[in-house]
């Protein structure tokens, strides 16, 4: 059915949960109801599309993967050396692996396949071909995968979401 942003008591995001775990939560008492979709569960129980947790929860450090899902979304399924955006796209590594390059987050982009063929075995400077946005590794782990949802229609969210 939806999905609840759950906030920290400090109003930054923490996670995502049903909207089971969000009614569970808000009847215990341990959450308080910020936004509603405008369904209702009961009479006069709306649908929680946003919670915040009364007591603050420190967030541990997550390591965000390499994988290609994530420079995808990263690079906002944008091809960085011409800008069409399209969901078939390929992995480039900036320095060519058979130069040393390495898979890393600051040597990757999405690139489509007419630009990664005609940049082939070089640099972006060697093939004349400068990105559009310099890559690097996402700051935080939560805020990157909730910025997913936000991307996939979750407009209540935008607002409490940096940069979405």
């Known amino acids: 059915m939806s999905k ?4 920290n ?4 995001p923490l996670n995502i949960c049903s909207w089971r775990r969000a009614v569970v939560l808000l009847l215990k008492g341990k ?22 947790l009364r007591n603050y929860v420190k967030i541990p450090y ?9 420079v995808m979304h990263r690079d906002n399924y944008t091809c960085q050396y011409c ?5 078939d796209l390929t992995i480039d590594h900036i320095t060519p692996r058979s130069k040393g390059g390495i898979d890393a987050w600051d040597n990757v ?11 082939g ?10 990105l559009k946005i310099t890559p690097r590794r996402p700051l935080s782990h939560v805020y990157f995968e909730i ?8 407009w209540q969210w935008k607002k409490y979401i940096i940069g979405a």
Not at 4 to 7: G, K, W
Not at 62 to 70: Q, T
């Open 31 to 52: 959450a308080e109801q910020i936004e509603h979709n405008g369904k209702v569960i009961y009479t006069d129980f709306p649908l929680p599309s946003v919670i915040r």
């Open 109 to 119: 982009v999405a690139a489509c396949l007419r630009c990664n063929v005609k940049k």
């Open 147 to 154: 910025s997913k949802h936000t991307a996939t229609g979750e």
């Open 62 to 70: 997550k390591e965000i993967s390499l994988s290609r899902r994530n």
């Open 9 to 12: 008591a400090s109003y930054e």
């Open 83 to 87: 800008g069409i955006r399209k969901h």
């Open 121 to 130: 075995d070089r640099t972006p400077k060697e093939a004349d071909m400068p």
């Open 4 to 7: 609840v942003l759950v906030l």
